[in-house]
């Protein structure tokens, strides 16, 4: 093998090997997640988010605010008290990789109306459309830290609807999430809720 092609596959080896043991670290590091978020991110409970498939970075940034207290949670505030850097990187990869088990819309919920909020907004209620930070298919956008929504819990996108609207999570730049969220009805919450579980 010429010098310079072994050069480069002696490099592409060791990145391989690399990936793969910062991987398995964060697998193994996602051992105590596992009780609440299930064994791959894809929690039973609705209350509790599924992570799978979720940006790592957006990860990372809400164990940082969970750390220091900035969002606080009795459960997730002790979890995340000794992690560090290096394990909320290796953490956030791990469950970034996995892939999220989509829902389906609950009996009865106007799934047109669902449709239209999210994708359009209401003008005439100063609500824009969900899908310019979160995108048509709820894959989010990392770079600008907006968090991939689809196939989340209806009941836990609920909650954190309502703690924006009253205030209690307020870990949002600039307040985008609590001014959108304010504008939005009990009956508002409920459709997009349901509407992102089963997005895909």
């Given amino acids: 093998m010429p010098q310079r092609n072994l050069f480069l596959f002696t490099a592409l080896l060791c990145l391989t090997f690399t990936s793969v043991g910062a991987h398995a670290d964060g697998q193994a590091k996602t051992a105590a997640c596992a009780a609440c978020h299930g064994p791959d991110g894809n929690s039973v409970n609705p ?34 008290a000794n992690l560090s ?22 009996d009865g919920v106007d799934v047109e109306a669902a449709a239209k909020l999210y994708r359009g907004g209401d003008a005439a209620r100063g609500i824009p459309a969900c899908m310019a930070c979160h995108g048509p298919s709820g894959a989010g956008n990392a770079p600008a830290g907006f968090p991939a929504l689809r196939g989340q819990h209806a009941e836990y996108t ?5 703690a924006y609207r009253d205030g209690s999570r307020d870990t949002d ?6 001014n959108i969220a304010k504008r939005l009805s009990d009956a508002d919450i409920e459709l997009l809720s349901q509407y992102v579980s089963a997005l895909h």
């Fill in 47 to 80: 209350i509790w988010p599924k992570l799978a498939g979720q940006h790592a970075s957006y990860i990372v940034t809400q164990l940082q605010a969970f750390k220091s207290g900035a969002r606080n949670n009795p459960s997730m505030s002790p979890m995340a």
């Fill in 158 to 162: 609920a909650l954190q609807l309502k």
């Fill in 85 to 106: 850097e290096e394990d909320m990187a290796e953490i956030g990869a791990w469950y970034a990789a996995q892939a999220v088990q989509v829902g389906t819309v609950g």
């Fill in 173 to 178: 730049p600039a307040g985008m999430m609590r």
